[in-house]
């Protein structure tokens, strides 16, 4: 991986040159989800080979207190707006003026942030297991920084709070870094918020996901949008589902 630095933090991504016979122009950023990674919510589930394969050049960062980047413990360093200007500088970094940018349930929520701060740096937005919620919601809940911050995974009760401890050690995550992120990272949009983000989105939620909220609702609410439903698949399932690639690349060609 390489790295840069982001206002003095260290950010890690990968940056991927285009494979496919026809190289397109445009780039596309990718954002992922919290307790993850580049590598598992866009390597592992064959999204940076079918991007790169369609002709795109794709870049991927691993978010601050995530994988690679640096840890840190403030919550105040993991506001929306600020892990929004991680990926900002990134493109700055990298000399890339304009590009699609794509983010997963939290990296949504970053990727929304970033598209109403600097919508001149976007061609595109692609929001994947995100959807009203963005509006009438803070994230995971609170509870998950708490799992984090238990002492052992046999300590927890909660399904949803052992699924995400678990995930995180399965990760070799910085579960004290996690906690402040969940902590830092609950910033809303208001209606008229995503109503003046105008770039051509799409918002793509699973039919079992319930987490995400309505991608109908939150659709309705950006004259730019459409949504795309991913049957069949709940918020963990749903990222590297093909029909969602496919609605992505359909999506990204008719740019």
């Known amino acids: 991986m390489q790295s840069f630095s982001s206002d003095g933090v260290n950010i890690a991504y990968i940056d991927l040159a285009p494979t496919g016979e026809t190289p397109k122009h445009e780039t596309v950023m990718l954002v992922h989800g919290f307790a993850s990674t580049h590598v598992i919510n866009w390597v592992n589930t ?73 919508p001149q ?23 998950i920084a708490d799992a984090m911050e238990a002492p052992s995974l046999d300590s927890l009760t909660d399904p949803m709070q052992r699924m995400f401890r678990a995930f995180a050690e399965q990760t070799k995550s910085d579960l004290r870094a996690l906690a402040a992120c969940i902590r830092g990272s609950r910033q809303t949009l208001t209606a008229e918020q995503v109503g003046r983000i105008a770039v051509p989105t799409l918002i793509s939620v699973g039919t079992k996901d319930d987490v995400s909220g309505s991608g109908p609702e939150l659709a309705k609410l950006s004259p730019g949008a459409q949504s795309f439903a991913i049957e069949g698949r709940d918020h963990n399932l749903a990222v590297g589902d093909k029909s969602h690639k496919q609605a992505v690349l359909d999506f990204l060609a008719r740019l």
């Open 46 to 118: 064959q999204w940076t080979k079918s991007l790169t394969h369609a002709g795109y050049r794709v870049v991927a960062l691993d978010n601050r207190g995530h994988g690679e980047s640096e840890k840190l413990y403030d919550p105040a360093a993991y506001s929306s707006q600020v892990m929004a200007e991680d990926v900002r500088r990134l493109m700055d970094y990298l000399d890339i003026p304009r590009a699609a940018v794509m983010g997963y349930s939290m990296g949504a929520r970053i990727s929304a942030h970033l598209a109403l701060a600097h």
């Open 121 to 143: 740096r976007l061609n595109a937005l692609l929001l994947g297991g995100l959807g009203i919620h963005l509006v009438e919601g803070v994230g995971l809940p609170i509870g």
